[in-house]
């Protein structure tokens, strides 16, 4: 049984199709990143797993772990050990780091096993050492990568199995990347499945054991990092680089 999968996922606003037919699967304890220029429909793709509209999803299915997610609701979807980190952080901007940390750990009913050790503030401050220093400060007093880094620890407060991460790079200097880059490989180390949306190729293709690309609503490309580096061709046409 693959732990999740996509299959001929339709999605629309209002009459715009804004994905045709999307495959895509992410088989257990890798990093599969999904890959495209702005305005392919990643983040539409991520909202429709999720479970929340807009979009509409018309026809398909999303199956975790066998269980089909088209249909039910964001809340149910969470409660079954999918962590989302939205595009744009998100965060609660008037609490600190600490709560809202906390926040989350209290909405969490994970009903499958997580991968790896229960998460806890002491397992956030290891993996985010700059939140630790941070804990007492609010939301709205973070940087941006210190803002990021909570949106991912938050998501992991809930204990996903399956971690989903909208562009987590998007807006960071390039040092915060890389710390971000070595916190996704620890995370995967530690046996955490991932779905990563990213425009940054060079941090997709350092983490990922798997690379989708979308392009118009379809995935135009699946492959290896490796097989990907060496299709300059398909990296100029779709990635435009
Ligand atoms: N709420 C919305 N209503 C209507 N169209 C939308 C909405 N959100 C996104 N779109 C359109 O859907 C397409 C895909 O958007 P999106 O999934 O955000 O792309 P990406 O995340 O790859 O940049 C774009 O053409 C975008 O303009
Ligand atoms: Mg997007």
Do not use: C
């Not at 509209?53 to 609701?73: D, F, I, N, T």
């Not at 939140?131 to 949106?151: F, I, K, T, W, Y």
């Not at 580096?229 to 046409?237: G, L, N, V």
């Amino acid at each position: 049984m693959r732990m999740f999968e996509a299959e001929n996922v339709h999605s629309f606003y209002g009459g715009a199709h804004v994905l045709q037919g999307v495959e895509l699967h992410v088989p257990e304890g890798t990093l599969v990143a999904l890959l495209g220029r702005n305005g392919v429909g990643k983040t539409s793709f991520i909202r429709s797993v999720a479970g929340m509209a807009p979009p509409v999803v018309r026809a398909g299915s999303v199956r975790y772990r066998g269980q089909e997610l088209l249909g039910k609701p964001s809340y149910q979807i969470a409660s079954l050990g999918i962590g989302l980190v939205p595009q744009g952080r998100h965060i609660f901007r008037s609490l600190t780091v600490v709560e809202n940390l906390i926040m989350a750990a209290r909405g969490s009913r994970s009903g499958d096993q997580p991968a790896g050790a229960p998460w806890n503030l002491n397992r956030v401050w290891a993996v985010f050492p700059r939140l630790a220093e941070r804990q007492r400060n609010r939301g709205s007093d973070l940087s941006g990568g210190e803002q990021q880094m909570l949106a991912i620890a938050r998501a992991l407060m809930t204990n996903p199995s399956l971690l989903l991460m909208d562009e987590p790079s998007e807006g960071l200097a390039p040092v915060i990347v890389q710390q971000l880059r070595d916190q996704m490989l620890m995370l995967k180390e530690d046996g955490l499945s991932m779905l990563l949306v990213e425009q940054q190729l060079g941090l997709a293709l350092a983490v990922a054991d798997d690379v989708y690309i979308l392009d118009k609503g379809t995935v135009v490309y699946h492959g290896s990092p490796g097989e990907l580096r060496s299709s300059p061709d398909i990296m100029h046409r779709y990635l435009g680089v």
